[in-house]
């Protein structure tokens, strides 16, 4: 008698800025799948995708894609369309998430903490009219620390001036908030960990999560014992406010300027984490007592339709 493996397609790559981070993802969790007895295959995401997973047939979606059109709520308006359950959040909380004006506001109406922030034309950003320096300018869609700039004087502004700025008109503006960068994972729901990043630059940006050497991890994240079980508790609720499923990891903020237990801020969630030898979702997971293999496999028995 022959036993039906259950067909997983990965989706990876893309044309989304975060690209070559999610093919690393994609082929991560391939190789994790196949050792576990998956019969996988791997789709190299373009625009004509809904017609490939048409003709393969999977029974489960594993999306592996990173950024916008893979995290937004489209790829997974497709899925749901087709009826093939995929993995991470749906269609409505992976638009909120990928929104960071929209999530902020639904993470302040849930009691949580943001830095306080605006949304502004990029061509307008002056630092004598806009905010006080420091502050944060981010793309208001986009993942991975993409276009964010920290702004200190006139000249941290330049880029957002060129024709050659790629992240749309309309940024986001927040306050700066000194202090240490905490992530904290959450699957299904319940938060399992959190660990502190320690950026060897000014800050965490693109290049220091996806570039061996540009960063310290530090899992437990070594803060305050009440501040450790707030931030848990913190992303929990960011993750249950926009309704979240699968796993996620919502970045905050820590101020101990003032000594400990410190301030916590909601940055934001992201809503498909990197799956990479550097990323933190696997780093926490293997903490908590979970290994990689384990991991996929966690998500994928979670994948699922909205409908």
Same mark, same amino acid.
């Given at each position: 008698?022959t036993?039906?493996?259950t067909h997983? !397609? ?5 044309w *989304?800025?975060?690209r070559?981070?999610?093919?690393? *993802? ?5 190789n994790?799948?196949?050792a ?5 295959t791997t789709?190299d ?5 809904p @017609?490939? /997973?048409?003709q /393969?047939?999977?029974d489960?979606?594993f999306?592996a894609l990173h950024g916008?059109?893979g995290e937004d709520g ?7 369309l087709?009826?093939i359950?995929?993995?991470?959040s749906?269609v409505?909380?992976s638009?909120?998430? =990928? +929104?960071?004006?929209? &999530?902020?506001r639904?993470? $302040?109406?849930a009691?949580i903490?943001?830095?306080k922030?605006l949304?502004? +034309? ?7 009219k806009?905010? @006080?320096?420091?502050f944060?300018v981010k793309p208001?869609n986009?993942?991975?620390s993409?276009?964010?700039i920290?702004v200190?004087?006139e000249?941290?502004l #330049?880029?957002?001036k060129t024709?050659?700025w @790629?992240?749309? +008109?309309q940024v ?14 959450v699957m299904?729901?319940? !938060?399992?960990? #959190?660990?502190e ?8 940006d ?11 991890h530090?899992?437990p #994240?070594?803060?305050?014992?009440? &501040?450790?079980?707030?931030a ?5 609720? !960011?993750? =249950?406010s926009i309704?979240?499923?699968?796993v996620?990891? $919502?970045?905050l903020?820590y101020d101990? *300027?003032?000594?400990?237990p410190? @301030? ?7 809503t498909q984490?990197?799956m990479?030898?550097?990323s933190?979702?696997?780093?926490? #997971? ?7 293999n384990?991991l ?7 994948a699922?339709?909205?409908n």
């Amino acid at each position: 008698m022959t036993v039906k493996l259950t067909h997983i !397609a990965v989706l990876m790559g893309g044309w *989304s800025a975060e690209r070559e981070v999610s093919l690393v *993802s994609g082929g991560a969790v391939k190789n994790a799948l196949i050792a576990e007895g998956y019969k996988v295959t791997t789709i190299d995401v373009n625009r004509d995708f809904p @017609k490939e /997973i048409q003709q /393969i047939k999977p029974d489960i979606v594993f999306n592996a894609l990173h950024g916008r059109w893979g995290e937004d709520g489209c790829v997974q308006g497709v899925l749901e369309l087709l009826k093939i359950p995929y993995t991470h959040s749906g269609v409505l909380a992976s638009a909120i998430a =990928m +929104n960071k004006p929209l &999530a902020n506001r639904i993470f $302040t109406q849930a009691g949580i903490v943001c830095p306080k922030n605006l949304i502004i +034309n990029r061509k307008n950003l002056t630092i004598s009219k806009t905010m @006080k320096p420091p502050f944060v300018v981010k793309p208001i869609n986009e993942g991975s620390s993409v276009g964010v700039i920290v702004v200190i004087d006139e000249d941290d502004l #330049a880029p957002l001036k060129t024709n050659e700025w @790629k992240w749309g +008109n309309q940024v986001l503006v927040e306050n700066y908030i000194p202090g240490r960068d905490i992530q904290v994972v959450v699957m299904g729901d319940k !938060a399992i960990g #959190a660990i502190e990043i320690q950026p060897i630059g000014r800050f965490y940006d693109y290049e220091s999560k996806y570039t061996a050497g540009k960063a310290q991890h530090i899992v437990p #994240a070594p803060i305050h014992s009440d &501040a450790y079980q707030e931030a848990l508790e913190l992303a929990t609720l !960011a993750h =249950m406010s926009i309704g979240c499923r699968g796993v996620t990891r $919502t970045d905050l903020r820590y101020d101990d *300027s003032e000594g400990e237990p410190g @301030k916590l801020y909601v940055l934001e969630i992201n809503t498909q984490p990197g799956m990479t030898p550097l990323s933190l979702v696997p780093e926490v #997971a293997a903490n908590y007592g979970m290994g990689f293999n384990d991991l996929v496999c966690w998500m994928v028995k979670e994948a699922r339709c909205d409908n």
